[in-house]
């Protein structure tokens, strides 16, 4: 029996090829838009046929959502969690989350953009939205079960990562550095106080 061919090489080029592809649509997309931007334009801009982009990165919704993804799993929300669980006040585990939420909005924001502009004129605009927000979503859920096992909120866990989700999800942090024109310091800094008043009440 002929053992299947297996060249290392050949899967490390082909890796390669594919981050190139990526890296093309991602700078494309940014620049351009999802919707102005062709396959044809992303073979270009890597180098490579449009049947290899299919191949390697698949259609241009797959590398859309394949950008998203490979985006959300470099975010640290694990660590996160993890520091709010350590706290020993409210005003401190907000703090946190509003220095984590910062720096990966501030990581990620070329892939956000890339996102919001994609929204109204993608194929399954919803879905992509899901995609893009549960993992955030469910790092802020993490967030508020342990704000309630250590007795700093009695709230439904759902109702407090709704307002978790207000004060430091996508939207907030665009509106105020993108369209307001502040830092991400003085962001930072406000919507945590604005956080921590809110959960005062």
């Known amino acids: 029996m002929t053992r299947p061919y297996h060249s290392p090489r050949r899967v490390r080029e082909a890796a390669e090829t594919r981050r190139d592809i990526l890296r093309a649509a991602t700078d494309l997309f940014s620049a351009n838009g999802y919707a102005r931007v062709t396959v044809a334009d992303i073979a270009k801009r890597a180098g490579v046929a449009p049947p290899t982009v299919y191949a390697s990165a698949g259609s241009k919704s797959e590398m859309l959502h394949r950008i998203i993804g490979e985006s959300i799993e470099r975010t640290d929300a694990a660590t996160v969690v993890e520091a709010v669980g350590r706290t020993d006040s ?21 892939v956000i953009e890339i996102l919001f502009a994609a929204l109204p004129v993608h194929e399954d605009g919803e879905q992509l939205w899901r995609q893009s927000t549960a993992h955030y979503r469910q790092a802020l859920t ?40 502040w830092s991400w310091d003085d962001s930072e800094r406000w919507l945590a106080r604005q956080a921590i008043t809110i959960f005062a009440e």
């Open 90 to 110: 409210l005003a401190t585990a907000l703090t946190l989350v509003a220095n984590g939420t910062r720096l990966g909005n501030e990581n990620s924001r070329q």
């Open 142 to 181: 993490a967030i508020a079960e342990s704000l309630r096992d250590k007795g700093f909120l009695t709230a439904e866990v759902s109702y407090t990562t709704d307002v978790l989700w207000f004060c430091f999800g996508f939207n907030a942090w665009r509106t105020l550095v993108r369209e307001c024109g």
